[in-house]
């Protein structure tokens, strides 16, 4: 038998392998039985504690009340006992700082009692506020480095869990992360700061209606996409390993044309993989709902039922991370970069968004008759006009160095923000603006032609997959998130620019109603006003298509094709009123975050740069060199021998003029990578966009070729046909 070389090998690994499947058994144990389980939910917290403490930590929870010291000691101790119970050692204060991910630092419940034992203590202190080091997390000039105190604060309307780990369990308590002097660090306390302030402009909406409720959330589901690829493939590739995406790879033969991946039959490992993911986050009471193949080889979806947007926020978190620590157990990999494959499909993450009262009623519910839903048609026309006032907003919220492989793709919505409303809605904001709606498009029922078929109802309008921000029913979904972003960025921002057209909104029908005039003429005297300034924005065709981008030229929308581009508008004056406005950030936050993410674009391409020279010259050009000497030899050998070697010449010609491009190319990127660009944190950014990545471009098209032409035994690294094809 030849001997295999390391690719080979691997293929033949994967092909014997074999993996326990069987892992989770629900007829044992019924997901209605295991969901949330683990979490220290409201109807933990009503049996185990007293009820004045139950009912003064729920007034907390849902409407915002302060928590003294003393019902903060009894939560704790509670929550002490519960999550001893759950086999917990440990408790730790999850928070999220700029990074994108999640943190943690654990501290046990042990405490000596001086007589040579000890005891298990939690105090309403430790359980409401921590103290991890802040010097080494992005704070983008909030704190210098040798100022390392930072806050960590229970944010008690996310319930505390309890994570299972191999050896002992831990008790996890979601926190927001502020400095010493009080800034926030993290992605949650500007989340929650936004979704106070929606509540509040929410609220006068619904008193002009003659509703008086509590509190308005704002609400999320988010579908989240991510690929999964054996784990010996992500080991043999150092660019997923160390980047997250290939740096390298030629287009397979066989890719995504044939549409035969989207909504397929699940494979089998993926199937048992997902299965154990999902009991883990019943337990934690994610309400994970739906998976299935998505469009790319190899590419899935797991999405949930609606929660609020903060506790969406951190049971999305979860999700990956949940996905992330179960693959291996399976033998593959989890990958939630947005681009991990050149040339097909990459992986998104759609934030379905609304507005709830905490009586539970959709605002966003258009009702059967929509037109003559006032009420739904102002919280509509309010996102619409907050959307066209602020598109360049939107844009940067979904910024960064992994999404700009995506945005503007086949697979993706273009940069250009726009509305899809579909043809019912459409129709009612085109009355609207003329003066009153009047009719409301129904979309009656489908006949399918065969008779023992069921009559379908069919909706007023169909769907658009090539809007950024598209209404679905009683929700926008904002498509444009990536994979591997946190959701708290988009929502903060969505909140934000929500509120303040809702405020505009309630200013003008307050002042107008105060003076005696009926709300509804009053309606239906502004919201046309509204729509004249704002239906740019609005656009129900193919945003892929070269048409829509002229058109949107000519509406004046911007179109920020790239994180770099998009960046600045951070810190754009209109930007810092609005924020500091509604105490979202300050201007200290909103530059610190501008700093942040210029330097995180910066250091995730000096990364792959850096990968991609690695790469080059101790993998590819070495294999290549092998098989030119390979074919260098076959032609000495034939014309040695008399024999005609015309067509080997051209092969050896081929790959050396490919070798030195090859090498050329790589040169170049190395220039780049030894040239410090000067000024300030964006000037470096601009420079890792101009130079450094189209020097990289420039190695892996080079590389690429090379793919095509050496032989196969001496490629170095897994290919995409096999990557994606081998299950």
Known sequence: MAKLNGRQNIIHNIATSRHKLDNVNFKESHFKEIFGSNVFNESVQRERLSKPVFKALQRTIKLGTTLDAAIADAVASAMKDWAL????????????????????????????????????????????????????????????????????????????????????????????????????????????????????????????????????????????????????????RPDLLNAGRTLFGANPPKGQELEDQYFGAIPER??????????????????????????????????????????????????????????????????????????????????????????????????????????????????????????????????????????????????????????????IMDQLEKGAAKSTKQGGFMEIGVSVLPKLPKDAGDRNRTSPFAFTGNKFEFRAVGSSQSIAGPNTVLNTIVSESLDFIATELEKVTAGGKNLNLAVQELLPKILKDS?????????????????????????LKNTVDALAKIVSKESLELFAKYKVYNEAELRSRFTILCENYVKVVTVEAKLTSFMAKTMIIPACLRYQTEVAGAVATSKAAGVEATTSMELLKTLNSQIITLSTAVAKLDAVLAHHASGEPYDHSKYSRDAAVPAMNEVRAAADKLEAIVADDLWPIPTYREMLFIK
């Open 85 to 236: 119970e759950k086999g917990a050692t440990h408790f730790t204060h999850l928070f999220q700082p700029m990074t994108g991910l999640t943190a943690e630092k654990h501290d046990s419940f042990l405490s000596p009692s001086g007589d040579g034992n000890a005891i298990a203590e939690f105090s309403g202190k430790e359980l409401c506020q921590g103290e991890p080091d802040a010097s080494s997390f992005p704070s983008g000039g909030l704190r210098a480095t040798f100022e390392a105190r930072g806050y960590t604060a229970w944010d008690p309307t996310s319930p505390a869990y309890i994570q299972e780990n191999p050896n002992g369990s831990t008790l996890v308590i979601p926190t927001a992360f502020i400095s010493w002097t009080g800034e926030a660090l993290d992605k949650k306390t500007p989340l929650l700061r936004s979704m106070e302030a929606l509540s509040t402009q929410a609220k006068r909406i619904l008193k002009l209606f003659g509703k008086d409720c509590s509190k308005v959330f704002t609400t999320v589901g988010p579908e989240q996409e991510y690929f999964l690829i054996d784990s010996q493939f992500f080991f043999a």
């Open 270 to 427: 993926v199937l048992a993989c997902m299965a154990d993911a999902e009991t883990q986050l019943f337990k934690l009471g994610v309400p994970v709902k739906t998976r299935h193949n998505e469009v790319a080889p190899s590419q899935y979806e797991i999405a949930p039922i609606f929660e609020d947007s903060n506790l969406a926020t951190d049971h999305n978190q979860l999700v990956m991370e949940v996905i992330r620590r179960t693959a291996p157990k399976y033998g593959l990999a989890a990958l939630f970069h947005e681009k991990p494959f050149a040339g097909i499909n990459g992986s998104g993450k759609h934030n379905n968004w609304s507005m709830s009262s905490d009586d539970g009623e959709n605002l966003l519910n258009p009702g059967s008759t929509p037109h003559e839903n006032a009420q739904f048609l102002v919280f509509c026309v309010a996102v619409i006009r907050a959307v066209a006032k602020y598109p360049e907003l939107l844009r940067v919220t979904v910024s960064g160095a992994n999404n700009d492989h995506r945005l503007g793709a086949n697979e993706a919505p273009p940069a250009i923000i726009s509305i899809f409303l579909g043809d019912q809605l459409q129709d």
């Open 535 to 559: 239906k740019k924005v609005l656009f129900n065709g193919d945003g892929y298509s070269e048409e829509w981008h002229k058109e949107a030229e000519k509406r004046g929308l911007p179109n």
